[in-house]
């Protein structure tokens, strides 16, 4: 009976509170807007520059994914497009490729590794091409076949594994030693003479190519950044704004003095605390389901699992958002005190939570924190269609983490009553 | 028997003694007054006598209960000095908060509430937000959450702050009508000449009770006229007494 009167308080209080209803609701599903915004509007293109590159290497560099290739007539232009910015690194094969006479071929590759990761695949893919190009400088018709050789397995008739049975035995797995191991283009140029991958290809045929197939787990295709950090910054927002408010509503409550006319009446310490789940649970249910229902369909994260889990989940991670946040305000003596547990306790789950790859301790560490077991939870069900079988112990914990904090609160109420 | 009962109570909250042997009895079907200056320790002995503060040393009652305990806080209506009302809820909802808590039952609530909404005049306000109530209006509200489950014990700090005079005298009528069905008021004031209208008073200085009895009695052992020099000579007195000791 008290218990739902606290709850349908907290509900009515909301009701006319309709700044922070906003917050709980629309807050979150801006945010989650803008996440989604910046992920899929990264600029995956990388940007090359090359110096006198043959054609065959500027088609070769091309037929790569997001990549473009600009041309330069020299290397001061080149330097300058990466001093502007306009491109991450350039090659400069002006001198090697004019010049036959040379024996080796040289080429020069400038990286701006502040790009970061954009920088390191133009480098790798400068790298790979330039070598693959090397092998075959001398020979200007050379270069055809190193740069065909990717599809050396396609060409040849009966290179496949199946077939090997019958008549070659040179295709099978122990012999491609003594042919080419490297037969796949990109170590082709290291040093062997000039000739031979053109006729590798001739005379034996294909013993060193699989016939691959590729399977892709649960049929997870197309996976993009925001499918990988879509539910976990979810959770974590979910979390955030939950903690917030009832962790602000309960120090209210102190501080306006309604907290100690409540304990003037017969209510029980665990009445306070379960009235105040109860009321917020409520709020926290239509929460997660406007923002589950949102990122899924109108956002289209990854989902390959039951919304029911989802929500159950959203909803665990609530109410263990919500007990830890009054126990907190409970603990705190203002409002400036319960702001400086948002570094402290808030801000590292979402470190630990699985946004980033971490090493064997740090993720031992990350199981203090039940955010880390919201976002595992989550992302088992939304990626591997996860049922109660894959994620009880995550319920579990969660369950156990707001028991916890529930008790404590219940505990440190005796602050204000000892009965 | 005594609707509220302090023996001996001693405090000290942080590092400072507040209450030092406060003796303190209501009879039921009266109203007492504590009168004192602010710091005097008259809220201190209020929330003791309610159950929120617990005594260093001394018992509290409330009708033979000893406090703190939830049994006797059903028989308790407290009406704290702050006005804790919840500013986003409406003045009807607030009442039916705190009257559930109460343990009011639901097919009596709403009877109740209009009962109390009627006795501090605010039916018609009943609706609106609270954070649009004015200070008086707020105070009202906050009377009428006090009364509302119709508790036998009443504790009010310092209700009629901020009310106009006409309300003031509404509301001191009624809490007579109440008193005289068998209520026990404790009502803290620093107002002189509103301690006149208690049929008891005990007076508070610096922690101490430093005298008690009817308006009339207190007047008379002192040979004044009004509540206030009564205050001024019993401050006197005490102060002279604890020179004594301190010589």
């Known amino acids: 009976m008290r218990v739902r009167a606290f709850a349908l308080r907290i509900l009515r209080q909301m009701s006319h509170d309709k700044r922070t209803l906003a917050l709980m609701i629309v807050a979150p599903l801006l945010l989650m807007t803008l996440v989604y915004y910046i992920f899929e509007g990264t600029n995956d293109e990388i940007s090359i520059g090359a110096v006198g590159a043959p054609q065959q290497f500027i088609e070769a560099v091309e037929s790569e994914n997001d990549v473009t290739l600009t ?26 490729a004019d010049d036959a006479e040379l024996e080796a071929p040289r080429a020069y590759i400038m990286v701006d590794a502040a790009a970061g990761s954009k920088a390191q695949a133009a480098e790798k893919l400068l790298r790979s091409a330039a070598e693959t190009m090397g092998g075959g400088a001398g020979l200007p018709s050379a270069i055809q076949p190193s740069s065909n050789s990717l599809d050396m397995g396609g060409n040849q008739p009966s290179s496949n594994l199946a077939d090997t049975s019958d008549s070659q035995p040179s295709s099978n797995l122990p012999d491609t030693s003594d042919s080419r191991p490297s037969g796949n283009s990109l170590d082709m140029g290291s040093g062997q003479p000039s000739s031979n991958s053109l006729d590798t290809s001739k005379n034996q045929p294909s013993s060193n190519s699989f016939d691959v197939s590729v399977d892709y787990y649960k049929g997870i295709k197309n996976f993009t950044s925001f499918d990988m950090f879509g539910p976990t910054l979810m959770s974590f927002i979910v979390f955030f704004f939950v903690f ?66 989802v929500l159950l989940i959203t909803l665990l991670e609530a109410i263990c958002a919500l007990s ?96 | 028997m005594e609707a509220i009962e302090l023996r001996n109570i001693s405090i000290t909250l942080g590092k400072v003694r507040i209450l030092t042997d406060v003796d303190l009895s209501v009879r039921a079907g009266t109203v007492c007054g504590l009168l004192g200056p602010s710091g005097a320790g008259k809220t201190t002995a209020v929330k003791i006598a309610c159950g929120i503060l617990e005594a260093d040393s001394g018992e509290a009652y409330v009708l033979g209960t000893k406090m703190p305990s939830l049994d006797g806080m059903r028989n308790v209506g407290y009406m704290a000095q702050e006005d804790a009302l919840y500013a986003d809820l409406t003045g009807r909802q607030n009442l039916e908060f705190f009257g559930q808590l109460q343990g009011v039952t639901k097919s009596t609530l709403a009877g109740r509430v ?29 009377l009428a959450a006090a009364m509302l489950h119709e508790p036998p014990v009443l504790i009010l700090d310092e209700p009629t702050v901020g009310i106009d005079p006409l309300l003031r005298k509404n509301i001191w009528d009624g809490l007579y009508a109440v008193a005289r069905s068998g209520t026990g008021i404790l009502i803290t004031t620093h107002v002189m000449d509103e301690a006149e209208k208690c049929d008891r008073l005990v007076l508070m200085r610096n922690g101490r009770v430093i005298g008690e009895g009817s308006p009339a009695e207190l007047k008379e052992r002192a040979g004044k006229q009004t509540i206030e020099e009564v205050f001024l000579e019993l401050s006197e007195h005490t102060a002279e007494t604890k020179g004594g000791e301190a010589e």
């Open chain 1, 71 to 96: 041309t330069y007539e020299s290397r001061a232009d080149a330097q300058q497009a990466l001093t502007d910015g306009a491109v991450v690194a350039y090659i400069d094969i002006a001198l090697t």
């Open chain 1, 244 to 309: 917030l408010v009832a962790g602000m509503a309960f120090l209210k409550e102190r501080k306006s003095g309604t907290l100690e006319k409540v304990i003037s009446t017969p209510v029980r310490r665990w009445e306070i605390v379960a009235g105040y789940i109860l009321g917020f649970g409520a709020i926290t249910i239509v929460q997660s389901v406007i923002i589950n229902v949102y990122i899924i369909t109108v956002l289209g994260v990854i989902m390959n699992g039951s919304l029911g889990y």
């Open chain 1, 324 to 419: 830890l946040g009054m126990l907190l305000s409970t603990a705190a003596g203002s409002e400036f005190q319960m702001m400086q547990f948002i570094p402290i306790i808030i801000l590292p789950q979402l470190f630990f939570s699985g946004l980033f790859d971490l090493s064997e301790g740090w993720l031992i560490f990350g199981r203090i924190f039940p955010l880390t077991y919201a976002a595992e939870a989550m992302n088992k069900i939304m990626y591997y269609d996860g049922g109660i079988g894959d994620m009880w112990i995550d319920v579990v914990v969660l369950l156990g983490f707001s028991a916890l904090f529930a008790a404590l609160n219940v505990l440190l109420l005796k602050r204000y009553r000892r009965i």
């Open chain 2, 114 to 142: 209009d009962r109390a909404l009627e006795l501090v005049d605010l039916t018609a306000d009943a609706g609106k937000l609270t954070s649009k109530f004015s200070g008086g209006m707020r105070r009202r509200l906050a």
